[in-house]
């Protein structure tokens, strides 16, 4: 076998293309039986890459890597790239937020920890069932952002809501929970069949993307309606609230009462909007 990949690998150094040329290629061709392996492609670039920095640094010259190797790597090791620096800057831009709106810690503890524990756990099944990063798979982290602060907060915001109206801690989990429970139910089964139908796909990275999302939406519910309710339910009745920042709960009705009042022009509106946006379809063309 050894000799057989050893008549298969080629080395080939050209000359410079012509006198006045200061540029040369190496041509190096892996065995033909080992050529599409991931993982071997991933590894002989690495490997190249640092023999290239020690020449580079020795000699002067410059070098470019392409061919199998670098196409096959490089989506892996920037999609490695992205999701160091977006996994992160995703918690980080949550909790500022968070801070931002309600300026406790229970405000942002209870949809941080949801979101934080749903991706962790979907990214470590991506793993456990075999799949890795690519360019579609590092998007999980802003989809499972989205998905889950949206459970914990409609919680959250009902649980506030009814300490404010005097009710005690334990009351007022049980009517947030009650009164949540098949809304947040119904988004998170909807968005996780939608998602679950990019399982479908015969392309390997949507399909993964599919199933990744799938997860983090049900587990997004599960968290929020068990471990949620389980940190609010550890606070005293004595526990201080602040006010939500830009929004008064208890002084809803202003809104409302704009809609009540202009039903009909909104829906005349939308109708009119949704004619326009017709008429524009009708001029899309695929190229």
């Keep these: 076998m050894k000799e057989e990949l050893a008549k298969k690998d080629e080395l080939i150094v050209n000359q410079p293309i012509s006198k006045d040329a200061t540029t040369t290629m190496i041509a190096l061709r892996l065995a033909s039986i080992s050529g599409a392996d991931e993982n071997l492609n991933i590894s002989v670039l690495e490997k190249l890459n640092t023999i290239l920095a020690r020449v580079s640094k020795e000699s002067g010259y410059e070098f470019y890597v392409t061919g199998a190797p670098a196409i096959t ?126 399982g479908l796909s015969v392309i390997e990275p949507i399909a993964t993307f599919g199933i990744a999302i799938t997860m983090g939406a049900l587990l997004a519910f599960i968290l929020s309606v068990t471990l949620a309710p389980a940190i609010l339910l550890t606070l005293k009745d004595e526990y201080k609230l602040r006010p939500v920042r830009f929004l008064n709960l208890l002084n809803i009705k202003g809104y409302g009462a704009f809609i009540a009042k202009n039903d009909i022009k909104i829906i005349v509106g939308f109708i009119v909007l949704m004619v326009i946006v017709g008429y524009g379809l009708s001029f899309l063309e695929v190229p």
């Design 73 to 198: 790597a490089s989506p892996v090791n920037i999609s490695q790239s992205d999701a160091k620096l977006l996994m992160p800057l995703v918690v980080i831009s949550v909790v500022i937020l968070l801070f931002l709106l309600f300026g406790n810690i229970v405000g942002i503890l209870v949809p941080s920890v949801v979101i934080v524990f749903t991706f962790i756990a979907a990214l470590s099944t991506q793993i456990l069932l075999g799949y890795k990063l690519n360019n579609f798979t590092v998007n999980i982290p802003p989809f499972i952002t989205a998905i889950a602060i949206a459970d914990a907060m409609h919680l959250y915001l009902a649980w506030l809501y009814y300490k404010m109206k005097n009710h005690d801690n334990h009351s007022a989990v049980y009517h947030a929970l009650k009164s949540n429970m098949l809304p947040i139910a119904l988004t998170s089964f909807t968005t996780a069949v939608g998602f679950a139908s990019l």
